[in-house]
């Protein structure tokens, strides 16, 4: 019902700059909790940064006050702002949307840190 597709990942070199975007469709964005996961080969796919309905957000302690997670309903679109970005920053970035019982995903768009 929901589809959510994310772009802005590549390669890009320590201390540098990404942004991340999701664009949701084919359901009420607004009522939607959004997030940002990573997953890389071998380990369990975490969270790295959420936004609830009411704007509140969290982040996991690896990213805080080196990433922003931000959300535009008018533009069915999260953002996850990355800065300083570190080599174990690399992962395959996916964004997630869920409301009760409901829980969607995107495809993922890859970033990758290395100098």
């Known amino acids: 019902q929901v589809q959510l597709v994310e772009s802005g990942g590549g390669l890009v070199q320590p201390g540098g700059s990404l942004r991340l975007s999701c664009v949701a469709s084919g359901g009420n964005f607004g009522i939607y909790d959004m997030g940002w996961y990573r997953q890389v080969p071998g380990n369990q796919r975490e969270l790295v940064a959420r936004?609830?309905?009411?704007?509140?957000?969290n982040y996991a302690d690896s990213v805080k006050g080196r990433f922003t997670i931000s959300r535009d309903n008018a533009k069915n679109t999260v953002y996850l702002q990355m800065n300083s970005l570190k080599p174990e920053d690399t992962a395959v970035y996916y964004c997630?949307?869920?409301?009760?019982?409901?829980?969607?995903w995107g495809q993922g768009t890859q970033v990758t840190v290395s100098s």
């Open positions: 936004i609830v309905t009411s704007g509140s957000t």
């Open positions: 997630n949307a869920a409301w009760l019982l409901r829980n969607y």
